[in-house]
């Protein structure tokens, strides 16, 4: 026994000696430093293969406070988030290979309802893709969507899948996200708190934009209200929770998205829903109610809405008046512009669509000299389709969308039903905030998309996991439960 330890503790000096000496090499001789990244690779590695929940952890952690590789080097032909996307990348080798190797996974994850549609969604991208326009750039599109549902849904999932790790993932991504939010309000204060323009670029470079920084924001706080208020909690733990709350309000009102801040109304709308126990039969019968007013009564609502010439401001009842210009507010007619090029795609392909990713390669020549603005672009920089529905609809066809869509609907059912079910208070109050989080992007993606982003899919995919995750208990804890009963 001696011996054996002896001789491993020999091995261990050889081999740092060894690597030390190598890596001067290269360092003098060579003008190299990537070896120096060689010891923290091997930790990650073996922290993935045999404690994974780690790097999950790591991922959450930099999602806020990732940069795209375009703003540390120009020398590469490619873009990505670092570190974050390398770590789901290398997560997701490890994730399949342990599959191979161990030829199980916990079945209630793979094969519940939610994760059924999502298959089902990835083989219309992938037909889509091998049918594509631009092959290379669909595939790259459809890997990205697998590794970010591998890691940030199916191993999330299990990380949830005993009702633990929940709060820690979120405060995981808030505790950083507070760094950029402290960031980007400072850069706002040189220009002014109340100017409105700075917002479009004060969060770079941890968010290309306003719009994404705002719906991120707006996930996380039916989360942190639900922190604030949570009794089970000690004193000092629900003041640090308020302070956090305060800070993503600031940063949401000074996002100036607006996209954002209506999707936050939607989400206390359904809240609301949920609380007064409304019946499903009354929502559908509103809904098409108001769905038939809106097309009996299209043109009328237009010439209204084309009435209102008030552009996005600093101030916030005007800015808020502005969301119905489409007349003359900029970014209002550029999303017009975005939208109708992806019809006129969808008409052209119908059911294949162009494939996705292809959008913003694609739709120079479907706009139309009326509807361009002045921030119209025929370059592929200068965003995609502005809409979670209409991009799909117009890269993977009618399915891509309906596809889409049978994700939400079936995670909004479940968390509905699971909601409803739950006997366990903290579980039960967990699953309503992770579906609130959910629809204020459900409801922003209508304006924006944002999922092909690590900054997005952190919460939307996570989120959905809980709510699996805590489907399954609460079905499990109901069967023992009748299994029970004499």
């Known amino acids: 026994m001696l011996k054996s330890k002896q001789i491993k503790l020999s091995l261990f000096y050889f081999i740092s000696i060894g690597f030390i000496l190598l890596n001067l090499w290269f360092v003098v001789k060579k003008d190299m430093l990537y070896l120096n990244a060689l010891p923290l690779v091997a930790a990650l590695v073996l922290a993935a293969v045999y404690s994974f929940d780690k790097i999950i952890y790591l991922i959450v952690f930099f999602s806020p406070l990732s940069l795209p590789l375009s703003e540390l080097s120009s020398g590469f032909g490619f ?89 820690k993932y979120v405060w995981l991504y808030v505790i950083p996200f507070m760094m950029v939010i402290f960031y980007a309000t400072f850069r706002h204060l040189g220009y002014g708190l109340w100017d409105k323009q700075a917002s479009h670029f004060v969060v770079m470079p941890f968010f290309n934009d306003h719009t994404s920084y705002g719906a991120s924001l707006a996930f996380y706080l039916p989360f942190l209200l639900m922190f604030v208020f949570d009794k089970s909690q000690s004193k000092r733990w629900r003041t640090f929770a308020t302070f956090a709350f305060f800070v993503v309000l600031m940063g949401f009102v000074l996002s100036y998205s607006r996209a954002a801040w209506l999707s936050l109304l939607a989400a206390i709308g359904v809240w609301g829903i949920l609380l007064l126990k409304i019946r499903f039969k009354t929502i559908f019968i509103t809904v098409v109610t108001v769905g038939t007013l809106f097309f009996a009564f299209q043109q009328q609502i237009l010439m209204k809405l084309e009435q209102n010439s008030q552009e996005s401001s600093a101030h916030l009842g005007t800015h808020i008046s502005s969301m119905s210009n489409i007349s003359t507010d900029a970014s209002n007619l550029e999303r017009i512009n975005r939208w109708s090029c992806a019809v006129r795609m969808f008409q052209d392909k119908p059911v294949l669509g162009f494939g996705p990713g292809t959008y913003m390669f694609q739709y120079a020549p479907y706009q139309l000299t009326k509807e361009r603005t002045i921030i119209s672009t025929n370059a592929a920089d200068g965003g995609n389709a502005h809409s979670e529905y209409l991009g799909p609809l117009s890269e993977s066809g009618v399915l891509g969308l309906l596809t889409f869509l049978l994700i939400i609907g079936v995670v909004t059912y479940t968390a509905i039903n699971t909601y409803t079910r739950t006997t366990d208070p903290r579980l039960k109050k967990i699953v309503l905030v992770a579906l609130l989080g959910l629809i204020t992007y459900y409801v922003h993606g209508f304006l924006n998309n944002f999922l092909d982003t690590d900054k997005l899919s952190v919460p939307f995919w996570g989120f959905t996991a809980m709510i699996v995750a805590i489907d399954i208990i609460s079905r499990e804890k109901t069967s023992t439960q009748e299994n029970s009963l004499p």
């Open 79 to 167: 873009d990505m988030y670092l570190p974050t996307e390398p770590l789901i990348f290398g997560l997701l080798i490890v994730f399949f290979l342990k599959i191979l190797q161990e030829r199980k996974f916990d079945k209630r994850i793979l094969l519940h309802p939610i994760s059924l549609v999502i298959y089902l969604n990835l083989f219309w991208l992938l037909i889509t893709s091998i049918t594509s326009t631009m092959p290379l750039v669909s595939f790259k599109f459809l890997l990205m969507r697998i590794w970010f549902l591998a890691v940030l849904y199916f191993l999330t999932a299990k990380l949830f899948s005993q009702g633990k790790n929940m709060e």
